[in-house]
């Protein structure tokens, strides 16, 4: 039972971690995309 408790924290952490990355790069993605629109 404790195994599993740390286990699934673990997947958790990694889980979480994962999105706030691929939200972080889809949102800098698209600052990017918004300055190059209005540098031309």
């Known amino acids: ?3 599993d408790a740390v286990f ?3 997947v958790l952490t ?3 971690a994962v999105v706030i990355v ?3 790069g ?3 993605k698209q600052l990017m995309d ?3 629109r209005s540098h031309k």
């Open 34 to 36: 918004r300055d190059a």
């Open 14 to 16: 990694v889980v979480i």
């Open 8 to 10: 699934w924290g673990s």
């Open 22 to 24: 691929v939200y972080l």
């Open 26 to 28: 889809f949102k800098a």
């Open 1 to 3: 039972m404790n195994t």
